[in-house]
């Protein structure tokens, strides 16, 4: 197995607020990763620390082995940390296909300024990225008129477009319906296997974190208070104690 990332007893703080406190963890290629916790958790401050958006207050962040602690965003997304966002990312104007190739350009650092949009820069290969996450047929439409959760899955596409080893997703369901969920982070799951990408992804829909992820990490007050299996973070005592009465421990 392959690491891609490698988290060692990371730490912020604001003020007097310790958000994270010496967590440490790793993440294989095509391995889906879940990180929770309850709000205040520290999850949010985690994931700017791994790309680039914090710079930790001590600990190290490695991708395949290189030091990337504290680098800026844009280096940590050029080194293959892939982002997709709460608030949707596209240009509502531009179509599917578009918002598609313009993640393709920037990836292959064309200058935007250069760019026309010419149907043919990287129409191929943005089809075939459409295509793996079911959006060929919309190729054509706007953005700005998607059903929410198709909307999804072409941010997923402009994701992909960058070619990340590893891909951040920070609460990627928020807002869709139950199925929905589900569907979008199979259809992630199925990617990062097929492409050896480790996805690390917050969530608070247990269903969609226990049918979902390879594996756990639970934070609770900026600490690292279980890892493991579904299976085995879900009979933890300590989560359970933390979740008490949100839905894990019949969930
Ligand atoms: N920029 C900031 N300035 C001051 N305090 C902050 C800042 N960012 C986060 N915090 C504090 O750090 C702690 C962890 O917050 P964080 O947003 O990382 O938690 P979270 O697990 O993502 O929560 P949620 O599930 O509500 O999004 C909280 O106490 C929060 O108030």
Redesign the pocket.
Known sequence: MTTILDVERIE?S??G????QGVSFSIEAGEMLALI????????????MLNGQ?RPDAGRVRLLGQDITGLAPRRVWRLGVGRTFQITATFGSMTVRENVQVALLSHAHRLLRFWRPAPEHFADEADALLARVGMAEQAERACGVLAYGDLKRVELAIALANAPRLLLM??PTAGMAPRERVALMALTRDIAREQGIAVLF?E?DMDVVFAQADRIIV?D??RLIAEGSPAAVRANPEVQAVYLGAGLVHG
Request: charged share 20%; aromatic share 8%.
């Open positions: 912020k604001f003020g607020v310790r958000a994270v916790g309850p709000n205040g958790a520290g999850k949010s401050t985690c994931f700017n914090l920070d609460e917050t608070h934070l007050r900026g």
